[in-house]
């Protein structure tokens, strides 16, 4: 296996080349381009990296599933959606359009910006401290490191510069979806997209998904089993933005990627994987990181469909 | 098996009040709404009816994969996928939006009203006649059914009201997705929506799906494995139009719907599903048979997530 | 008056070398770019003219205002205005998204293709071929010009390559804005946009309009002043296409273009104006036109606000 | 004269019971409804007045043609509009949709507010205090009343409420449509849209457009005359939201609604007019005022068409 994934990771290394470091974060555009990294969590609890599996980067979009499976474990299902819908869409992940022509009263589903915004709003705590500090908990957790935390500068850059987020809050806000202090709100969104992670770190959230909710490493059941499936559901429909359907077609496993370079990728009933390459294709994924999860996908068969 | 059939169509039928025949078309709302039935087909060749399995009605949309695999055999995937995208849409089946705003050169899948009439453009044949019979006569093997045949009055029908899809079909033309005659494109899809089948050959072309491309009950491959696996993707991304997001999370299975009231499911590697329920959701598919399929994916634990 | 209008001319004829000759309709493309005329009608009965004030040239668009007023001679402004709106539109000319989105049962204004599409299929005659000889006979009239006849091979080329207005008029069929044939109304829109006109022709039906709907050459009412006033707020708002704004702030006086580079306008109480120059800007406006209309009000300080 | 205007106000009393007051500003919500009011300004300096004419009332939207004034007057026409619109749009005043769809770094006019809020970003001032300074001193004069100033309960009321503004407000900070501090811009904003005027006070700022720039009690001019046409201009194509085309049709003069229920309009070189009704038709036009317009429009012939 260890040979597989350098191998793979080798095969793939000129594709860094492509795509472009995200620059709408200043901070962000400082990433390192040439990184390349694997690592894959197994049911059995093995792990197995190549490449830049170790470097730390910041988790960005990938967040999004935490907060989605910690807003469910607080409010249940039910109300979460009554709040955020669950299809896909073809707009960008920034969009605001279909806030104003479809339905200003519920973000399309919780991948994009919008519903991730309102995704977090929905989390308990009695202020934006606390309610920041359970998702840190809770990602140290399904981690298993509890040395996760935020890179300090690219939290305060995404703050600096979230201009179009905080479009999105106020627009949500005055349309009634979004409650409470919509600075404090972002706040916490901007701190979430900043957690520093590495490969390693999200192969095990992936494994957890894949084990349907339970740690592979402790047996611990950390979300009930129908949570991790929707979960995994709409990874499949809205994971990869609006290139969701070509990934599922060209992969077929549940994913999410985020604009720090990497994505989380789970293959039910087998393995968390987790790739890191920080040049983006024109939608925002992780350009290399989707062609090692297409040779990987293709070596060893992972495709759902 | 029967007996869980039974039950589950006994416990749904009052979803059958609920709902709306498809009006659209005039002939289609002549349909008996009260009728509910299901199938299912294994992949060891068993089948298991229960309600109204036999009754024939038009396939309607889910001749859209039929059409799909056809073009995809005729043309190989990367020629059809460079003149139809595979992207999940948030407009409604007949929107003609994406082409004007997105991209006048693709449609954005091919299982919305635009991506289906490129599709059978896409066909070979001589004439429409034999575009037609070609996809009459694949129909009539992968539901192991050589009396499938088209229902006139419906066919008409479609014909003389189908301005929405000359709409779409006009627009292709005049970007150039569209090659040839357009009411001979039309035509052929027209009748393809019109081709009556029931719950049982419905089932079998899932099975076959499920089976990678094999057909359970000769064991003959009728389109390679990636194909077959292509075709189940898109199923889950865009099969259920701009509803299925919450049919992946809620049923967790590929499936197509028809506004004749068909759904046609597959669970990989165990069986192909067809339930019959004519009245609609506003989403224009069927009421009743997804809540029949939601009764029967928890009973049998069908989703693949 | 001749002495300024040669002038004009002179000082504009660099423009002609900007812009690009209508190319979506293959025979249009035959156009010499080079061309620039102007014609003036007073209310006085006086024409001045310069340039290529008496080539000929297809009406396109401008046929739109004659047809208008047609249509509301037959039908009354009430139930015109039920069909089609009088709001302008930041979408183009042959834009079919508002259809979808906003009102599919009313197209936005009767100056964009799907709004004349409307307009043209409410003018009265037992068939298509009695409806376009009315159109003729009012244009002629109007024109104060016996000899108006159409371009053969413009309005072939034109229906066989109108695609796009073939979408706009099914689409309208389909939610009951259109009654009747569509093919039949495509043909005589095909027809009406391939009246030929000079500037002199246009000139002239500005003057009437300015005259608020009495020829000056005759003394005799064609349309109630209502009607012209109608006519000429709805050239303000809608009649150069999503530039209409752009144009009433430079320029300042109603006006209706057609894509073979023509500019109806009119100073109402003043005089009638028609500029050719068939070198489009990309709203599809005559680019150069448009600088000699601007010199032209500058000079005469015609705006109306 | 007065007579004329006590009957129309009369005749026209019946519409104030349609319609609704606006309620998305809480504080707005409070007006009363029956008010209905008339002034007329003439470049001769005579002012006639019905009803309640004298009633404060908050200026809202209309203050966007004064600070398109000002904004012109500080950088020019053309650092103006390089970074605003003037094209008519069919979204309503607070869509957010063009700047996504069509164009970030611009928006589409100055009369929504998206562009009012550029606009005003515009205007010199040391601190957000002095830009408001120098907005209220101009209204101050342009309508010959050195009294006016804010209803402080509804500013705090639209501050309160603001977010679809302040969504407009940051979407275009992110597009750099904005340099500065949006709140700071904001605040500006609704202080200028919290404004209180009479009828009469708005018919003078008619006058001074009437007149083309020049204040008819004193001969002072204050905008050069090619700013009072175009701003004029823009009344006309943008004035009164996406219904200004029926409102051109219907009465012909350029004007400005507001949602406080005032709508000033201006005759070119006759006089100036306002009216006041709270109650709203759906677009968020003054109901009963759009009447009143329409029968003094009829009765004096005041279309400019």
């Not at 793979?8 to 080349?17: G, P």
């Not at 995200?22 to 962000?28: F, G, H």
């Not at 910041?58 to 989605?68: A, E, F, N, R």
């Not at 929707?230 to 496993?253: E, L, R």
Request: aromatic content about 6%; charged content about 25%.
């Amino acid at each position: 296996m260890n040979r597989l994934l350098n191998s793979i990771i080798e095969n793939n290394r000129k594709w860094t080349k492509e795509g472009q470091v995200a620059s709408y974060i200043p901070e962000l555009s400082k990433v390192d381009s040439n990184l390349l990294g694997i690592c894959i969590s197994t049911l059995g609890g093995e792990e197995h990296c190549a490449g830049d599996s170790d470097t730390k980067f910041t988790i960005q979009s990938i967040s999004k599933i935490v907060t989605l499976m910690l807003a469910i474990l607080d409010n249940g299902k039910d109300y979460v959606f009554s709040k955020v819908g669950m299809e896909p869409t073809d707009t960008s992940f920034n969009s605001i359009v279909n806030l104003e022509i479809k339905d200003a009263h519920k973000p399309i589903n919780p991948m994009i910006n919008a519903g991730a915004i309102a995704t977090v709003s929905m989390i308990a705590g009695k202020d934006s401290e606390e309610v920041f500090e359970r998702i840190l908990k809770f990602t140290r957790k399904i981690s298993n490191n509890p040395n996760i935390g935020i890179n300090d500068s690219v939290y305060k850059s995404e703050k600096e510069t979230g201009d179009r987020n905080r479009a999105l809050a106020y627009f949500m806000k005055g349309t009634g979806v979004l409650d409470g202090n919509v600075e404090e709100i972002l706040n916490v969104y901007f701190k979430q997209c900043s957690i520093e992670v590495t490969c390693r770190d999200l192969a095990r959230i992936g494994a957890m998904l894949a084990n349907d909710g339970i740690m592979p490493w402790s047996g611990e059941r950390v979300v009930p089993r129908d949570v991790a499936r929707i979960v995994k559901t709409i990874m499949v429909t809205c994971g990869m933005y609006d290139a969701s359907g070509k990934f599922a077609v060209q992969i077929g496993v549940p994913a999410k990627s985020g604009v720090g370079g990497g994505i989380l990728a789970c293959v039910p009933r087998r393995m968390g994987v987790a790739v890191l390459g920080p040049a983006l294709d024109e939608k925002g994924n992780s350009l290399a990181g989707i062609k090692v999860m297409e040779e990987l996908s293709k070596q060893l068969d992972l495709s759902i469909f």
